[in-house]
C-alpha cells in the first residue's frame, strides 16, 4: 500500500480468495494473480478512510470505503486496526 501526499493511494498485491492467493496460467506456469488499486485517501483524527476508484479486477467492487483506525504511526511504521484486525505497514526507502 501507498498512501501518496497527493491524497492518492495506490495498493499491488497478490489476489487472495478465501485466505488463499489466486493462480493464473502465463505460458504454462501457475503464477499468482495481482490485485493492483488505486483511489484516494483521506485522515480525520485517528480514522484513515481509502475510498477504490480504480482497479485491473473488473469482478472487484469496493463501493463503500475501507476505515481503519490509526493505532501508531512513525516516520517508517503504520499500524492500522480494521475491526481487530491488525496491519503494520513500513516505508521503503
Known amino acids: 500500500m501507498a498512501f501518496l501526499e497527493s491524497g492518492e493511494f495506490q495498493y499491488n498485491s497478490p489476489l487472495l480468495l478465501f485466505g488463499k ?4 496460467k502465463v505460458e504454462g506456469k501457475e503464477v499468482p494473480a ?5 483511489g484516494i485517501w483521506e485522515l ?3 480514522r484513515l ?3 477504490i ?4 479486477q473488473p469482478s472487484f467492487k469496493a463501493e463503500e470505503p475501507w476505515e481503519y483506525k490509526v493505532s501508531n504511526s512513525t516516520e517508517k ?3 492500522l486496526d480494521k475491526d ?4 503494520a505497514l513500513f516505508r521503503d526507502d
Open 77 to 79: 511504521k503504520l499500524v
Open 49 to 51: 478512510r481509502v475510498r
Open 84 to 87: 481487530g484486525e491488525i496491519f
Open 21 to 24: 492467493t489466486v493462480t493464473v
Open 34 to 38: 495481482r490485485l493492483i488499486a488505486s
Open 44 to 46: 480525520e483524527g485517528d
Open 53 to 56: 476508484t480504480h482497479t485491473n
